[in-house]
């Protein structure tokens, strides 16, 4: 157990998403230090409030991670960070390389926008309405 009670890297996923659950449950086992912490954005108790206000809109459009000094982590840089700190960080070392870099943003923007397509879930906004979790502005007359 770690010494600290404070884990050092809130990690926000989607638990109706079967590959995000696999990716969570592959971390948690390496994670002996106990340094991450899971927070399943698709639980009805999900609490923006509590979790640097980004709202279940924000967080089911991409991933997102909070450090113990608040800083809010998006898109590879949570999976850079979570792969540190269970000692597996050098397996993304490479996407901070600055030829690589741009190229593995493009492919996770192109799998965050698809990926409840990919997984065979409700569109965000089929999802938001089903919660009332978010506020979807309608421009139609």
């Given at each position: 157990?770690?010494?600290?009670?404070?884990?050092?890297?809130?990690?926000?996923?989607?638990?109706?998403c079967p590959l995000c659950v696999r990716e969570v449950?592959?971390?948690e086992?390496?994670?002996?230090?106990?340094?991450?912490?899971?927070?399943?954005?698709?639980?009805?108790?999900y609490n923006p409030s509590a979790h640097g206000e980004i709202g279940y809109r924000e967080a089911m459009g991409r991933i997102h991670a909070i450090c113990l000094d608040g800083t809010v982590l998006r898109d590879v840089a949570v999976f850079r960070e979570a792969y540190?700190?269970?000692g597996l960080g050098w397996l993304y070392a490479p996407t901070r390389w600055p030829l690589i870099s741009p190229i593995v943003d493009r492919i996770y923007a192109?799998?965050?926008?698809?990926?409840?397509?990919?997984t065979g879930r409700p569109d965000l906004?089929?999802?938001?309405?089903d919660r009332n979790a978010c506020r979807v502005s309608s421009t139609a007359d």
């Open positions: 157990m770690n010494a600290s009670s404070a884990a050092q890297l809130t990690l926000l996923f989607d638990g109706g449950r592959f971390l086992r390496r994670d002996r230090a106990k340094r991450i912490r899971f927070v399943d954005i698709d639980a009805q108790d540190r700190l269970i192109i799998w965050a926008a698809r990926r409840l397509q990919l906004d089929t999802l938001c309405n």
